[in-house]
């Protein structure tokens, strides 16, 4: 049973261009997370999603940023018009169960925009 | 409300033993821990819930005091492979699912 898989490890952009950032949940996890790491920093929630459904972007900014996870295939998140405040580790976690669960996680997409 | 972890960082030799502490101005439901090495994904150790327990497996262990609001991480007889960073995450509430928030991490470095 392959880990969470992310892809890809490394993005660099350039301002204003667009990142899709993917996450392959474990086999059998519905539930999908995605954090931010910013250097020296904790890990910040930004949404959860099962499949087809977000439940919860409150962690997320309102403008430039969405995210998916569609019936078929791995979840997305995606930044719009990036700025150079948005370059941090982005990390995805998946589990099988909604609450009181391990979260298993991603090795995270570092994105640096330039 | 992020937690608060102490200390920051600490250096142990091999063998040492360390705690790592967890702090949070609100009532929690629950206390997940997980340590993270440099450029890698962050690993599970254990989740400890509203009730006071304390969990442990091999060296590791932790303990979640309720009313102080507080969990602890134990490190007994450390190892080189027990260094990393390591973060502590509170819910305040079990909402249906996890929406965990972290706390900016503990640097530990084991030392031969």
């Known amino acids: 049973n392959a880990g969470v898989m992310q892809n890809p490890r490394h993005l660099v952009r350039r301002r204003g261009q667009e990142a899709r950032l993917r996450c392959s949940p474990m086999?059998?996890?519905?539930?999908v997370y995605w954090y931010r790491q910013l250097p020296e920093e904790g890990l910040k929630f930004m949404v959860y999603?099962?499949?087809?459904?977000?439940?919860?972007e409150s962690g997320m900014p309102k403008e430039r940023f969405s995210a998916e996870f569609p019936k078929e295939g791995p979840s997305i998140l995606r930044i719009q018009q990036v700025v150079r405040g948005d370059s941090a580790a982005y990390f995805c976690?998946?589990?099988?169960?909604?609450?009181?669960?391990?979260?298993?996680f991603g090795q995270g997409t570092r994105l640096t925009v330039v | 409300q992020q937690p608060v972890q102490s200390p920051q960082a600490v250096i142990l030799r091999e063998g040492e033993d360390a705690v790592i502490n967890c702090s949070s101005s609100?009532?929690?439901?629950?206390v997940h821990w997980y340590r993270q090495k440099h450029g890698e994904a962050p690993v599970f150790l254990m989740i400890?819930?509203?009730?006071?327990e304390q969990k442990g497996h091999d060296k590791i262990s932790a303990s979640f005091n309720e009313k102080k609001q507080q969990s602890s991480l134990y490190l007994t007889a450390s190892q080189l492979s027990y260094s990393g960073t390591y973060f502590c995450?509170?819910?305040?509430?079990?909402?249906?699912?996890?929406?965990?928030?972290f706390g900016i991490g503990t640097k530990l470095q084991v030392i031969p």
């Open positions: 995450g509170t819910e305040l509430a079990s909402g249906g699912y996890q929406k965990v928030t």
């Open positions: 086999k059998g996890h519905s539930h």
């Open positions: 999603l099962q499949k087809e459904n977000i439940i919860d």
């Open positions: 609100k009532a929690l439901y629950s």
């Open positions: 400890l819930l509203k009730g006071g």
């Open positions: 976690a998946s589990s099988p169960n909604p609450a009181n669960t391990e979260a298993f």
